[in-house]
């Protein structure tokens, strides 16, 4: 008689013999970078969608996810309809990927079950399984607790990047319309357009994803600390901070291309109005982070205070991180 495989006795759950990694943020923070190097470990799976946006969509604010699966099965559909016989096939495929992306949307147990499938249906000899979705920063604990409770080792990993950074290169990519359609002369103006579009009915130390302080907080009373890995953008390009999060996810240290930069963009430089309105609103994230990881901090991070109490030439902190060595770049700081 055949024994039932984990996936069998309970599809509602990982198997027992497999650790979970959630990268839980935080966008624009190098977990594009990050997931691309696991997704060349042996020991890690990958799903083809990096981003699987399957707990912040279903448990949390964000419908971007499921809007975005059921127009690409509406696509797929309709190019199929147009299709000869020799793109048929090819078509079919998307179709089928597009299908999949959907089904974790499926009311009830489906769409967790259809989840949990997608982590660990093609992923082989893989101990580690990986879901790199960076706006899973917005959820709460309850969420965060679910998430653990779906594995008997989850593991969670939280990249922080200098507050008034993250948020400018996420409101230029978010923007960039805005921006483009004003570039020369226009181009202050512009920038706080297109701050203010991005933020909306937010300011910025409460923006759901440039709140560092209730992710950790949230995060925190969910999950044990042991469970937790924290990041900065600002060292993880390094050596060092490879191997520390090998350690953590158990997995052996390979070599990282620290040369490759991922989503890379056109660098907009942020006018200094715009940095001291960013310094004046983030100030509370900065003494978060500053007093819950004290000399972790990177020496790159901008001082707000002194960024108020300055001149236009902003600080050394800031001069210091725009000069920084090339291994401190990746997708969002040029982006």
């Not at 901070?241 to 991922?262: H, L, N, P, Q, T």
């Not at 901090?297 to 902190?317: F, M, N, R």
Request: glycine fraction near 8%; include cysteine.
């Amino acid at each position: 008689m055949n024994m039932p495989s984990p996936m069998t006795a309970d599809p509602l759950r990982f198997p027992g013999n497999r650790t979970v990694l959630y990268c839980v943020g935080a966008q624009k923070g190098g977990t594009t970078w990050l997931a691309d190097y696991v997704a060349d470990h042996p020991e890690c799976y990958l799903p083809p969608m990096k981003e699987c946006h399957f707990f912040d969509t279903r448990y949390g604010f964000d419908m971007q996810a499921r809007k975005v699966a059921l127009n690409n099965m509406k696509r797929q559909l309709n190019a199929m309809l147009a299709a000869d016989n020799f793109q048929f096939g090819q078509k079919l495929t998307e179709l089928q990927a597009a299908t999949r992306r959907a089904e974790l949307f499926a009311p009830d147990d489906r769409g967790l079950a259809a989840y949990i499938q997608l982590l660990t249906g093609r992923s082989g000899g893989a101990s580690r399984l990986c879901d790199f979705t960076p706006s899973y920063a917005t959820c709460d604990r309850t969420v965060f607790g679910f998430m653990n409770s779906l594995a008997e080792d989850a593991r969670f990993v939280f990249i922080m990047r200098d507050p008034i950074d993250r948020l400018w290169s996420q409101a230029r990519m978010a923007s960039k319309n805005i921006l483009a359609r004003h570039e020369g002369v226009d181009f202050e103006a512009a920038a706080h357009k297109a701050l203010k579009h991005y933020l909306g009915n937010y300011d910025a130390a409460t923006l759901p994803r440039s709140n560092y302080m209730r992710t950790i907080r949230e995060l925190e009373a969910a999950v044990p600390r042991a469970q937790i890995l924290y990041l900065f953008y600002e060292d993880l390009f390094t050596e060092a901070s490879v191997r520390k999060f090998c350690d953590f996810a158990g997995i052996g240290y390979r070599e990282a291309d620290f040369s490759y930069r991922s989503n890379e963009g056109k660098g907009l430089g942020m006018p200094e109005s715009i940095r001291r309105v960013l310094a004046e609103g983030l100030q509370v994230q900065y003494e978060f982070v500053r007093h819950a990881f004290g000399s972790d901090v990177p020496a790159a991070w901008q001082d707000p205070a002194a960024i108020l109490a300055g001149g236009e030439g902003g600080t050394a902190a800031d001069q210091t991180s725009e000069s920084a060595g090339e291994s401190a770049r990746s997708e969002g700081r040029s982006a």
